[in-house]
T-cell receptor, first 113, second 114 residues
Framework: DQQVKQNSPSLSVQEGRISILNCDYT??????FLWYKKYPAEGPTFLIS?????DKNEDGRFTVFLNKSAKHLSLHIVPSQPGDSAVYFC????????????FGQGTRLTINP | GAVVSQHPSWVICKSGTSVKIECRSL??????MFWYRQFPKKSLMLMAT?????????EQGVEKDKFLINHASLTLSTLTVTSAHPEDSSFYIC??????????FGQGTRLTVV
């Protein structure tokens, strides 16, 4: 059972435009959510996170939105840059401590010049 | 962000031999480390959780006698793939968590068993 789902395996966006990556989850016990960026043959790099007590968290070009009632979160990147091309994973955990993360399948984002 | 170093970044070994992968947190103390495996074009699959000084907790379906995990200090965890077979070929990634909520990942290790 896939508790965290990223239904779009790939996304192409023009440079300068907004990239929106989506993620859905089924486990209502999840209360902490993270986004990671991954290049081929490298480990994931932490981008941004959000606690369930918030519905938005912003860090520079990256904003994560959380809709608890819909069990949905999204990552907005604006403006998109060529260096943003990578695979993006959303992850969820129960609690913010050293809890195991459950990852989505990933979305490959390609930024076109 | 915090730095997690994983070594080696790639290794080729003969079938039947054992391979050890190291994961070090360089600038923080990692009370918990996680080991993941990633299959091609797939998500990260959690293999086990290790806490410093105690036995690792393995996820369902992961053979603990095949994937030996040791977390002897707050900065080092090792994963040993014993009696490796070609089906063990994969990308293995560790992550470490200290007192911050987010986990930091190593660079990953590409294991090829021939």
């Amino acid at each position: 059972d896939q508790q965290v789902k990223q239904n779009s395996p790939s996304l192409s966006v023009q440079e300068g435009r907004i990239s929106i990556l989506n993620c859905d989850y089924t486990n209502s016990m999840f209360d902490y959510f993270l986004w990671y960026k991954k290049y081929p043959a490298e480990g994931p790099t932490f981008l941004i996170s959000i606690s369930s007590i918030k519905d938005k968290n912003e860090d520079g070009r990256f904003t994560v939105f959380l809709n608890k009632s819909a069990k949905h979160l999204s990552l907005h990147i604006v403006p998109s840059q060529p260096g943003d091309s990578a695979v993006y994973f959303c992850a969820a955990s129960e609690g913010q401590g050293a809890q195991k993360l459950v990852f989505g399948q990933g979305t490959r984002l390609t930024i076109n010049p | 962000g915090a730095v997690v170093s994983q070594h080696p970044s790639w290794v080729i070994c003969k079938s039947g031999t054992s391979v050890k992968i190291e994961c070090r947190s360089l600038d923080f103390q990692a009370t918990t480390m996680f080991w993941y495996r990633q299959f091609p074009k797939k998500s990260l699959m959690l293999m086990a959780t290790s806490n410093e000084g105690s036995k690792a907790t393995y996820e369902q379906g992961v053979e603990k006698d095949k994937f030996l995990i040791n977390h002897a200090s707050l900065t080092l965890s090792t994963l040993t793939v014993t009696s490796a077979h070609p089906e063990d070929s994969s990308f293995y990634i560790c992550s470490a968590q200290g007192d911050r909520a987010e986990a930091f990942f190593g660079q990953g290790t590409r294991l090829t068993v021939v």
